[in-house]
Every structure is written in C-alpha cells, then in structure tokens.
C-alpha cells in the first residue's frame, strides 16, 4: 500500500510540473501526451524485462530479478520472495518423498501406485523382485496387462477391496502374494503386495496334519468304540462297579468320533475347490430332510419346530455342505434350548440377498463370546461339552460352508431370551423355479409350515 501511495504521489508530482511548463509555454496538452506517452513506454519496458525473467529457469536461488524503481522493483521482489518460498516448499517436499521412497526400498512389503487410467505410477524394490517389474520400462503400462492372472484381473476389475487376494507369482507357481488393494484419490489406488510363501506353506502342513492325524484317529477310535459296545452287550456278566466306568469310555469314545468325523470334514472342506452355482436344489425340500433326520431328537425336548419357506425357491452350489451348516444350526438350537422350546427356520429373500434364519428361545449367548463362536473348540461354557456332547465346531463348519458359497453368518442373541442365526446368501446362490403343480394356490405354493410337539 505504500508503495502504492508513493507512487501516486510522484506521478501527480510529475504530472503537475509537466502541466506548469507547458502552461508557460503554451503547450499544456501536448506536454502532458509526451509525459503519458515516456510512461506508457517504460511501463512496456518493464513488462518486457518481466516476461524475460519469468522465461528463464528459476530452478536455483541464482535467477536474481531485474533491477527496477518503483511499484516495478516492488512487483519484481514479491515474485522473487514467491519463488524462493516455492523452492524451498518443493526441496522439503523432494527431501521428504526421497525419504519416503529410502523406507520404501527397505520394506520387504510390495507398494505399487496405479493410476486412475489402471496403469503403473511407481513402485518400490521389492515389487520387481515379487513381480518381475522392470523401471523404467513397465512405467505408464497397465497393471492387468503385467499381472495376467484371470483371478487378479476379475479382483481389480470388482473394485470391491474387503479381502485380499492371494496368488501365484508370475512365472513362479512356488512362491504365493497376498494383494490388497485401496482406493483414494480421483479413483487411483495403492496396492500392497505380501510374500506369504512361508505362511501358506505352513497352512497347507496344518491342513495336511490335521487331516492325516484324524484320518488315522479314525480306525483305532472305531475298534475301542465296538468293543465298548460288546463290553455293554454284555453287562450283566461284569462285577456293577464297571457299568459306570464303561458307560463313561463309551460315551466318550463316541464323542471322540464325532470330533474326528468334523475334523475331517473341515478339511475336506478347506482342500476342496470351491462350489461353483451350477448345482441347484430345492431349499424346502434340503429344510424338510433336516426335520425328519432331527426328528427323534425334536421329539426327546418337546421342542415345537417351524420351517416357512418358499417352496418354488432354489439354492445353486453344494446340497451336501448347505444340509451340514443348517443341520449343526438346527442342532445347536435344539442343544441349548430348555424342553417345550421354540425353534424356527425362516426364509426370505428378495433381488439381491436370501437370509435363511434359524432362531430359538433358549438360554442365549452373552455378548463379549459372539465374536469367537465360530472359532474351533471355542466354548462358551467349558462345562457344555460334556452336557451337550458337543464337538466344539459345529459353527466353524458353519462358517467355512458358507464361506465357500459367497455368503455369510451373522450371530445374534439375548441372554434368556434366545438366539438367532442368520446365513446371508448373494443373488448368484439362488433362484426361483417353476412350480411343479398348477392346481395349487399361491399361498399353498409359496410356503410350508409343520410344527412337532
């Protein structure tokens, strides 16, 4: 502002001299056009030496600006202080992504930046050595085109990122990478890549031992269990004071059946491929088989059973696996609620999601143990086990089932007042199919009801 006024003050100063000469000399107006005219020119002058210095590199503190008077040596040392503060905001910014790629290149994590066009900004050291990047070649390509693997292309493509991708590194089917990907910015993303090799590899022994230790459980457990039977056969020849202990082993014994059993079939369930929606049958009629295999059970409690469900609808994947995870539903229900419970099994659906629900009235679960029911040989009670004859993963069989056909389980429940089970399933996992009979009303059709007392 200054500078402004100082201004003002000389070219009024200026103007008034140039007025009072030509007045005396009688030629005020043409005075006063040469003076507009002097400044109008030193004016160009300095906007000329301006572009000049505006056109030369300023990359380093030596571009010194022209010297000028005035409001121009002002102009001139403000755009001067502008870029000596721009320079040293964009050292520290150099200094710091520097640093930031430093501890980039000393990670052992893969860090890949892709653009919101999907092709390769940058990326640290490790990425190359994990997937066969080259810089600066590969810069600028397409990270599909580089990564040719049919199941990163359909994950990148989704752009749903909840869980990470595992694959085979290209060109080595030994080593395994973990990819997750986050998006930010205008649509670009970062993506994370983990050698987990050694982890899956452990993996893969846990499977292995656990399946091969059940597997060879299973024939000494079924020789100890048959001549238990054959010992309770024939109890009346033995001395009283063994029936207590015998029926004990046996009880047992059976128990460590079952467990093996379940062993097994998490194992089949974690080796085998998943189940693709191809296979389609009737979720009514898999509901009604549970009941009558559950029968003599339901019938033991008093419990009262409901099953509503849509009769016309069809579940796509594995009839087998979706019988087991409803099956251990029903029969937890049927476990942990007191005689003359409640135990109903309702199926809605609409476009998007089918919810197959299995609610009881029993004695609840407490809020802190949801979280871990699904975990193998979680209890919540330790004492359960040997009332109920449980195995203790029931709901881990649950979980990996559904796992295995896209869907999920959501665990609710009140202390004292029940619990609720709910098996969420995509649009891609079931169908509504043609009715078989036409004389049927639409009601009779759509849903069915039975209830055991």
């Given at each position: 502002?200054?500078?402004?006024?100082?201004?003002?003050?000389?070219?009024?100063?200026?103007?008034?001299?140039?007025?009072?000469?030509?007045?005396?000399?009688?030629?005020?107006?043409?005075?006063?056009?040469?003076?507009?005219?002097?400044?109008?020119?030193?004016?160009?002058?300095?906007?000329?030496?301006?572009?000049?210095?505006?056109?030369?590199?300023?990359?380093?503190?030596?571009?010194?600006?022209?010297?000028?008077?005035?409001?121009?040596?002002?102009?001139?040392?403000?755009?001067?202080?502008?870029?000596?503060?721009?320079?040293?905001?964009?050292?520290?910014?150099?200094?710091?992504?520097?640093?930031?790629?430093?501890?980039?290149?000393?990670?052992?994590?893969?860090?890949?930046?892709?653009?919101?066009?999907?092709?390769?900004?940058?990326?640290?050291?490790?990425?190359?050595?994990?997937?066969?990047?080259?810089?600066?070649?590969?810069?600028?390509?397409?990270?599909?085109?580089?990564?040719?693997?049919?199941?990163?292309?359909?994950?990148?493509?989704?752009?749903?990122?909840?869980?990470?991708?595992?694959?085979?590194?290209?060109?080595?089917?030994?080593?395994?990478?973990?990819?997750?990907?986050a998006l930010f910015g205008k649509h670009e993303r970062l993506m994370i890549v983990r050698d987990i090799t050694q982890l899956h590899r452990l993996e893969l022994m846990r499977k292995d031992f656990v399946g091969n230790v059940s597997h060879e459980?299973?024939?000494?457990?079924?020789?100890?269990?048959?001549?238990?039977?054959?010992?309770?056969?024939?109890?009346?020849?033995?001395?009283?004071?063994?029936?207590?202990?015998?029926?004990?082993?046996?009880?047992?014994?059976?128990?460590?059946?079952?467990?093996?059993?379940?062993?097994?079939?998490?194992?089949?369930?974690?080796?085998?491929?998943?189940?693709?929606?191809?296979?389609?049958?009737?979720?009514?009629?898999?509901?009604?088989?549970?009941?009558?295999?559950?029968?003599?059970?339901?019938?033991?409690?008093?419990?009262?059973?409901?099953?509503?469900?849509?009769?016309?609808?069809?579940?796509?994947?594995?009839?087998?696996?979706?019988?087991?995870?409803?099956?251990?539903?029903?029969?937890?229900?049927?476990?942990?609620?007191?005689?003359?419970?409640?135990?109903?099994?309702?199926?809605?659906?609409?476009?998007?999601?089918?919810?197959?629900?299995?609610?009881?009235?029993?004695?609840?679960?407490?809020?802190?143990?949801?979280?871990?029911?699904?975990?193998?040989?979680?209890?919540?009670?330790?004492?359960?086990?040997?009332?109920?004859?449980?195995?203790?993963?029931?709901?881990?069989?649950?979980?990996?089932?559904?796992?295995?056909?896209?869907?999920?389980?959501?665990?609710?429940?009140?202390?004292?007042?029940?619990?609720?089970?709910?098996?969420?399933?995509?649009?891609?996992?079931?169908?509504?199919?043609?009715?078989?009979?036409?004389?049927?009303?639409?009601?009779?059709?759509?849903?069915?009801?039975?209830?055991?007392?």
């Amino acid at each position: 502002m200054y500078a402004w006024r100082s201004e003002l003050k000389w070219l009024l100063v200026v103007f008034s001299l140039t007025g009072a000469v030509g007045y005396f000399l009688n030629i005020l107006l043409p005075s006063l056009l040469v003076l507009t005219l002097i400044l109008l020119i030193i004016d160009l002058l300095q906007l000329h030496r301006l572009k000049t210095w505006l056109a030369k590199d300023h990359g380093s503190d030596k571009s010194e600006p022209p010297v000028s008077f005035g409001v121009w040596g002002g102009v001139f040392d403000g755009i001067y202080r502008l870029q000596k503060q721009e320079r040293r905001a964009s050292a520290h910014l150099e200094s710091l992504l520097n640093k930031a790629q430093e501890s980039s290149a000393a990670l052992e994590t893969g860090i890949i930046m892709i653009n919101r066009y999907n092709n390769l900004d940058w990326w640290n050291r490790a990425t190359e050595t994990m997937l066969g990047l080259r810089y600066p070649q590969d810069r600028g390509q397409s990270i599909t085109n580089l990564i040719r693997a049919p199941e990163f292309a359909e994950y990148f493509n989704r752009e749903s990122y909840d869980e990470p991708l595992k694959l085979n590194a290209p060109g080595e089917n030994a080593r395994m990478l973990e990819c997750q990907i986050a998006l930010f910015g205008k649509h670009e993303r970062l993506m994370i890549v983990r050698d987990i090799t050694q982890l899956h590899r452990l993996e893969l022994m846990r499977k292995d031992f656990v399946g091969n230790v059940s597997h060879e459980l299973g024939t000494p457990i079924t020789v100890i269990k048959g001549y238990l039977e054959a010992i309770i056969d024939n109890m009346q020849d033995m001395d009283p004071k063994w029936k207590k202990p015998i029926e004990q082993m046996h009880q047992q014994s059976a128990r460590m059946e079952n467990i093996v059993r379940d062993l097994l079939l998490l194992s089949s369930l974690e080796t085998k491929h998943r189940p693709k929606p191809q296979d389609s049958f009737s979720l009514s009629r898999l509901l009604n088989d549970i009941n009558d295999d559950l029968m003599q059970l339901l019938k033991r409690k008093s419990h009262h059973f409901s099953i509503e469900c849509d009769l016309l609808l069809e579940m796509l994947g594995d009839r087998g696996e979706i019988y087991s995870a409803l099956s251990n539903l029903v029969v937890n229900a049927v476990k942990y609620t007191p005689a003359n419970g409640l135990i109903n099994i309702q199926v809605q659906h609409d476009d998007e999601t089918l919810k197959i629900m299995v609610e009881d009235n029993g004695i609840g679960i407490e809020p802190q143990h949801i979280s871990r029911l699904t975990e193998r040989f979680y209890r919540v009670d330790v004492s359960r086990s040997s009332e109920t004859g449980g195995t203790g993963l029931g709901l881990a069989i649950v979980k990996h089932v559904l796992m295995r056909h896209d869907a999920e389980l959501i665990i609710s429940s009140e202390i004292g007042r029940g619990s609720r089970f709910i098996c969420h399933f995509p649009a891609t996992r079931f169908r509504i199919g043609q009715p078989v009979m036409d004389t049927l009303t639409k009601s009779q059709s759509r849903k069915t009801s039975l209830a055991l007392n």
